[in-house]
């Protein structure tokens, strides 16, 4: 038990992506390092902040062709890659590299059955979420919010359904 919590106090997150405002926002809310991946090489540099050896656990909130096999390649040998994104288009992650670095990948569809502890976090104070929301459009404009989505304008954070 001793080597995990030393492990645990060492844990460090790293966000990757293309914005370099979603990534201010990254370390406001919490993360250690960021990556702009547009402008840098993010393996070399995930490796780089993680001593060389990967993360353990990786996150593909992307959905590109490539982020799958980008997080294939750098987490560490036995780590986890879990994606949340709904691509259709086949991804290019070599199967070898799942074997040999005996990954575990999964799919999350972004829930646990945790949605009354997260709401009741919030309601709480306990999460913050200020700014997190940067649209709030009426249910009958929903076909705005997903062109508003699918734009990938970086000023678009999250996109909230009013019912009314």
Do not use: W
């Not at 994606?83 to 086949?90: G, N």
């Not at 940067?134 to 404009?141: E, L, M, Q, T, V």
């Amino acid at each position: 038990m001793r080597t995990l919590k030393r492990s645990l106090t060492k844990a460090k997150i790293i966000v990757a992506d293309i914005f370099d405002d979603k990534l201010e926002e990254a370390k406001k809310l919490g993360a250690h390092c960021t990556v702009n991946a547009k402008k840098e090489n993010m393996i070399e540099v995930v490796r780089k902040l993680s001593d060389g050896y990967g993360p353990t656990v990786s996150i593909d909130a992307a959905g590109l062709v490539s982020s799958l096999a980008d997080l294939a390649e750098v987490t560490c040998n036995a780590g986890r890659v879990i994606t949340m994104a709904f691509l259709e288009e086949p991804s290019q992650v070599a199967i070898f590299k799942i074997t040999a670095k005996e990954l575990d990948i999964r799919g999350s569809r972004l829930q646990n059955n945790k949605f009354d502890e997260v709401i009741n976090a919030v309601k709480n104070g306990d999460i913050d979420i200020s700014g997190l929301v940067s649209h709030k459009i009426p249910f009958a404009d929903t076909k705005k919010a997903f062109d508003l989505i699918d734009s990938k304008d970086s000023s678009i954070k999250k996109v909230a359904l009013i019912f009314d």
